[in-house]
């Protein structure tokens, strides 16, 4: 049984810096992808940041250089580091991960979710 565990998130006030991680535990499958996305309430659920095993990165543009995503295979673990926090980046944050298994087998697993709450 798969599963992803959260954790880092909190409340901080504008201007800080959080860092999420997100560890997937119970699978030898290779992690592959690392997506970050939030929900702010009223909303729906949107993609904010993401890696792929081969390094390569994608953000939104509301977070675009102000947080880091990464990743470490080994670990199976995905990152999201937030700085220049703002108000508006007070959401549920999830992490969204893909396993690789057999050839043409990927598996996919949502986190249970992490609130940051950021203050003025």
């Known amino acids: 049984q798969v599963q992803l565990v959260e954790s880092g998130g909190g409340s901080v006030q504008s201007g800080g810096s959080l860092r999420l991680s997100c560890v997937a535990s119970?699978?030898?499958?290779?992690?592959?992808?690392g997506n970050w996305h939030r929900q702010i309430p009223g909303r729906q659920r949107e993609f904010i940041a993401g890696?792929?095993?081969?390094?390569?990165?994608k953000y939104v543009e509301v977070v675009k250089d102000r947080f880091i995503v990464s990743m470490d295979s080994v670990k199976k673990t995905a990152y999201l580091e937030m700085n220049a926090l703002k108000p508006e980046d007070t959401a549920l944050y999830y992490c969204?991960?893909?396993?690789?298994?057999?050839?043409?087998?990927?598996?996919?697993?949502w986190g249970q979710g992490i609130q940051v709450t950021v203050s003025s």
């Open positions: 969204y991960i893909l396993l690789q298994g057999a050839p043409g087998r990927r598996y996919a697993y």
């Open positions: 119970g699978s030898d499958n290779a992690f592959i992808l």
């Open positions: 890696i792929a095993n081969n390094g390569t990165r």
